[in-house]
């Protein structure tokens, strides 16, 4: 793995404990600088238009996930800030630290299915959030898993088609 996607990953992980353990500012300092780095790699657009969809998203699966009583935010009743902040964060690894599973959508899709439950167990060790039925995370996971593979089969190269021809100012087919 290039150095470029190592410190990407590296950001990453910075940003997941920033905003679990101090919150949407210290996450925000954090997604700044995941971005500004990215910004390096040269796909911006991109990573924004990318960051922007899985914030969306994740606060959106989230919040259902409240009200379906999979997890628990403290009592929110919608997805708190700081989840929502690790959502754009992820957005901004497709292009990067997350490629080589981007390349391969199936395995990357698989992974991250996998690492959902681990994710948010791991938020729960923290005090961040509560799981009152563990074993309903297998919900989390599929829909991780579905996500994702559609994320990397099709919406990704989509964006990245769209906006890194139009950046080296080429038109989109």
Not at 1 to 28: D, E, R
Not at 36 to 56: E, F, Q
Not at 81 to 91: F, H, K, S
Request: proline share 6%; hydrophobic share 60%.
């Amino acid at each position: 793995m290039s150095p470029h996607l190592l410190i990407n990953a590296a950001l990453f992980q910075l940003t997941w404990f920033a905003a679990v353990l101090f919150g949407v500012v210290a996450g925000l300092a954090c997604v700044l600088l995941l971005a500004i780095h990215g910004a390096r790699g040269g796909i911006k657009t991109a990573d924004l238009v990318l960051g922007s969809l899985a914030a969306a998203v994740g606060f959106g699966l989230d919040t259902v996930w409240i009200h379906t009583g999979i997890l628990d935010f403290n009592g929110a009743v919608i997805a708190p800030p700081w989840i929502v902040v690790l959502w754009l964060a992820t957005g901004l690894t497709i292009n990067h630290s997350l490629q080589p599973m981007a390349r391969r959508p199936l395995p990357g899709a698989v992974a991250a299915g996998l690492v959902a439950p681990v994710s948010y167990l791991s938020g729960e060790a923290l005090g961040a959030i509560s799981i009152p039925r563990p074993e309903l995370l297998a919900v989390v996971s599929i829909t991780w898993f579905f996500l994702f593979a559609f994320v990397f089969s099709t919406v990704a190269p989509f964006i990245n088609r769209l906006f890194v021809h139009r950046q080296h100012g080429e038109s989109a087919r």
